[in-house]
């Protein structure tokens, strides 16, 4: 069965440009979530689908990132325009329940490594 | 709101020597609690998971975590470390209400031949 990805695995891009980075849950995972962990510091959450609705997105740092589910599939991560902070390692991860009180695993991918110049 | 400590943000140890990995948590409700592993070029990997079960919790590749509630501790071990057992290790925290994971900073674990 295959496991979480992501595309690109890395993106180097200049400040001001626009980046949109994609990841594709395990088949049948309901919850998908984004976190990013900026150099050298906790990963930190960004926010969380269940199918294609936006569960919390309250770690979402500003405006000038915007998340998507279509369908309740993949998903994507736009940072338009990126700031040189925005640097950092984007994990996507996927778990199956859709129940509160029961803790499935979350199932991270890769990570896209993305540095704005 | 809830955090959580890794002390040390590099450890290393000798080959077959005990790994100890500190994770301490701040929590005003029980908490789940996880271990993730990420070796190079890797996505996080689940070591093992709490959740309000037994407080001694055995997980992948010989690992094992202790929830003591009283030191708000969730530590880490491996008897006999191996060389495949480099990698970054990071400690999170989820409460019930909650889906999201609040992790840690991470400790890189060297083990030296």
């Known amino acids: 069965e295959a496991g979480v990805t992501q595309f690109p695995s890395h993106s180097v891009i200049e400040k001001g440009q626009t980046v949109t980075l994609r990841c594709d849950p395990i088949s049948g995972h309901d919850n998908l979530y984004w976190y990013r962990r900026v150099m050298g510091k906790e990963i930190k959450f960004l926010l969380h689908f269940v199918k294609e609705s936006k569960q919390d997105e309250s770690g979402m740092p500003n405006n000038r990132f915007l998340a998507e589910r279509t369908g309740g599939t993949y998903s994507t991560l736009k940072v338009q325009p990126a700031e040189l902070e925005d640097s950092g390692v984007y994990f996507c991860a996927s778990s199956q329940d859709s129940f509160r009180g029961r803790r499935d695993t979350q199932y991270f991918g890769p990570g896209t490594r993305l540095t704005v110049l | ?113």
């Open chain 2, 1 to 113: 709101a809830q955090s959580v400590t890794q002390l040390g943000s590099h450890v290393s140890v000798s080959e077959g020597a005990l790994v100890l990995l500190r994770c301490n948590y701040s929590s005003s409700v029980p908490p789940y609690l996880f271990w993730y592993v990420q070796y190079p070029n890797q996505g996080l990997q689940l070591l093992l998971k709490y959740t309000s079960a037994a407080t001694l919790v055995k997980g992948i590749n010989g690992f094992e975590a202790e929830f003591k509630k009283s030191e708000t501790s969730f530590h880490l071990t491996k008897p006999s470390a191996h060389m495949s057992d480099a990698a970054e290790y990071f400690c999170a925290v989820s409460l019930s209400y909650e889906w999201n994971m609040r992790f840690g900073a991470g400790t890189r674990l060297t083990v030296k031949p």
